[in-house]
C-alpha cells in the first residue's frame, strides 16, 4: 500500500487578477502535531507559514490548539506548559511579517479568578483557562479569538479545563471582512458566526480538533456548507490530522463559497496547505439578493458580543491564478483502514517505539492487524508470533506464514505445548474435584501473553493485540492472554467490519496480501477440539448489528428485540438479545484492563463510554 507525503492544494474561485480590494487568498495549513512538543509544533507553524508564503497566501490558518497538540488534557494544569505555550505564541508573533497567521493555543487570564476552583484543597484557585485562536500580524499578536462554546460530551471535556469566551470579533484586513473562530463554535445552527456576520463578516475561518469516525466527514461537510448558506459568506474550516493516543483526526479541510456549495478540499489522513482565492464580490453579490439568516438581536446577545478590530494591511502582490485540486472521494472501508494505519504510526511514532510484536493464530484478527501493522511501520519493523498448541490445526500454522510471506514480515514459531502441560501439571491438585470449564482453556491464552510480554520485554518492542470490538464488548476475550499488550489496534472494529475492510485491502494491492483461506475460514478461538465462536456468540452479523444498538444507540434490551423482530433474514429473539446485553454489561471489568486503541465508530469503549464497573443496575432485566 502506498504513502502520500505531505503536499500542497490549491484553487481559485474566479480565475482573475488578485484584487486586494475583494479577493484575498487563504492557506489552510492541515498538520500533524504532537501534544506536548511545544517547540516542535512551533515549529511546524513556522514551516508551513514558509510555505504558505511562498504560495502567495495572504491568511494561514492552523489547528485548534496547535501549539499545545490536542487534546492536551491534564496538561493543561501545568502551569509551566501553558506558560512554555503562550511564550512560544509571541516567538511566532514577532515572524508574522507579510501574512496573517492564525494559530490555537491555551490563554490563561491575565489574573486568578476565584470562581475557578483550586486543583485540590489548600491550593491557590486555578488561573482561567481559554481555547483560544491567536491572530498573528505586522509582528505582534494582533487579535486573539476565545471559544465560545465547550464541548463536554463523548471523547469532549473542555469544561473540566476552560473558560468560555463572550465576543465575537471582526477583523478587517485591507476592506476584508474576516470572522475567526474555534470548532465547536460553528456546531449550532444560530452561533458565533452569525453574530459576526450580522456585523459585516465576509470570511468565516473556523481552526478545528475533529477526531474521525465513520461518517463524520458527510456531517462536516454539511456542517460548513450550512455555516456558508445561512451567512451567504465563505466559511473556511481547517482540521488537524494524525493519531492521538486512541483518537484519530482525518483532516478534511475545506471552503465552502457563499451559495453553500464546497469549492476546495484537502485529501483525508495526511498533511496538505490548501490554497484558494475568494473574491468577496460573490459575497456581496449573494447578499444583495438575499441577506444572511435573521437571528433576533436578543439572540444574537446570548452568543456573545460583537467587537471589531483592524488588523496590519498588508501589501498588495499580483498573484497568478491556481489549479483546482481533484480530491477523491473515499468509501467507508478504505477511511477505516486508513485511520488504523494512521493511528497505529502515529501512537508509535509518538510514543518513541518502533516495532513491534504480533501474535499471529491464523484467524481474521491477527491477519488484518498484521497488515495495518506492515502498512504503517514497514514490514520490516514487524514481528508475528505463531504459538501453535495441540489443539490448533495445521492449517491455521499454515495461513499465518503465508500472511506475513505476502506482507513481508518475519515470523517465529514458539509452540506452547510444554508450557502447556506444566500447567496441567502444576494446577492438578487445585483444580482436583472440579468439573473443566473456560480457566483449563484460557491457559493456552494466558501462556500465549506472556510469551509475547516475555519477548516485549526482552527485545523493547510494542506488542498489538488483535481483539475486535465484538469480542472486547461480549468479553470474549481473556485478561493476560489475548489482551495483553501495548495497543488494541482493531479493539473498535467490529467483527463483520473487519471483514470489510480486510476485503478492502485486498483491492487495494499491490497484490492480495490477505490470503482468501483466512477470510473463508469459521471463526474460532482453538482452545479445545472443534471450536467455533458460534458456539458460545450468535452470528456476527446478528451480534454486531445489537451491540450497535445496544452500545451506540443505547436502546433498550426490549426495544433491540422490537427491531430485531422486524429485521429481514436471521435475526436475534428477546432472550438472545438479553443474554448479550448481559454479557456486555458484566466485561466491564476487562475492559478497563485492555490497552487504548483507534476510536473509529460514534462511542467507543474506554474515552467514549464511561459506565461504572460494580454496579446493580442491570441493564439486561429491564
Known sequence: MTHTSASTTSTTLTGQPNRMSSVIRIALAQINTTVGDLEGNARLVREWTTKAKAAGADIVAFPELTLTGYPPEDLLLYQPFVAQNEALIRDLAKEAEGIVVIVGFAER???????????????????????????????????????????????????????????????????????????????????????????????????????????????????????????????????????????????????????????????????????IDLDMELVRRARSKALPMAVPDEDLRKIGRAGHYSLPPLTHRAKPSIPAPQVRAMGRAESVYRALVL????????????????????????????????????????????????????????????????????????????????????????????????????????????????????????????????EMATGYATLYGDMAGGYAVIKDVPKTLVYEISRWRNSAGPGSPIPQAVIDKAPTAELKPNQKDQDTLPPYSVLDRVLEMYIEKRMSPAGIADAESRANGEHADEETVRRVVKMVDRSEYKRRQAPPGVKITGLAFGRDRRLPIASRWKSWEQ
Open 109 to 275: 487570564d491575565a489574573g486568578p479568578s476565584p470562581d475557578v476552583p483550586a486543583s485540590s484543597p489548600g491550593t491557590p484557585a486555578r488561573m482561567k483557562l481559554y481555547n483560544s485562536a491567536a491572530v498573528l500580524a505586522g509582528g505582534s499578536v494582533a487579535h486573539v479569538y476565545r471559544k465560545i462554546y465547550l464541548p463536554n460530551y463523548g471523547v469532549f471535556d473542555e469544561k473540566r479545563y476552560f473558560t468560555p469566551g463572550d465576543e465575537c470579533s471582526v477583523l478587517d484586513l485591507n476592506g476584508v471582512k474576516v470572522a475567526v473562530n474555534v470548532c465547536e463554535d460553528v456546531w449550532f445552527p444560530a452561533g458565533p458566526s452569525e453574530v459576526q456576520c450580522a456585523a459585516g463578516a465576509e470570511l468565516v475561518i473556523t481552526i478545528n480538533g475533529s477526531p474521525y469516525e465513520m461518517g463524520k466527514e458527510r456531517t462536516r461537510v454539511n456542517l460548513v456548507r450550512g455555516v456558508a448558506r445561512r451567512n451567504r459568506a465563505y466559511a473556511a474550516f481547517v482540521n488537524m490530522v494524525g493519531g492521538q493516543d486512541e483518537l484519530v483526526f482525518d483532516g478534511g479541510s475545506m471552503v465552502a463559497g457563499p451559495d453553500g456549495e464546497v469549492t476546495a478540499a484537502s485529501p483525508m489522513f495526511e498533511e496538505d496547505l490548501l490554497v
Open 343 to 470: 493511528g497505529t504510526r502515529d501512537y508509535m511514532r509518538k510514543t518513541g517505539f518502533q516495532k513491534v510484536l504480533i501474535g499471529m493464530s491464523g484467524g481474521m484478527d491477527s491477519t488484518i492487524v498484521c497488515a495495518i501493522a506492515a502498512d504503517a511501520l514497514g514490514p520490516e519493523n514487524v514481528t508475528g508470533v505463531a504459538m501453535p498448541s495441540r489443539f490448533n490445526a495445521e492449517s491455521s500454522f499454515l495461513d499465518a506464514a503465508e500472511t506475513c510471506r505476502r506482507l513481508g514480515v518475519r515470523l517465529w514459531t514458539v509452540p506452547i505445548e510444554q508450557a502447556h502441560s506444566a500447567f496441567e501439571q502444576m494446577l492438578a491438585e487445585p483444580y482436583r474435584g472440579a468439573e473443566p470449564n473456560v480457566a483449563e482453556e484460557n491457559v493456552q491464552a494466558r501462556i500465549r501473553g506472556n510469551v509475547l510480554m516475555s519477548l516485549s520485554n526482552k527485545f523493547g518492542w510494542l506488542v498489538l493485540t488483535t481483539g475486535n470490538k465484538s
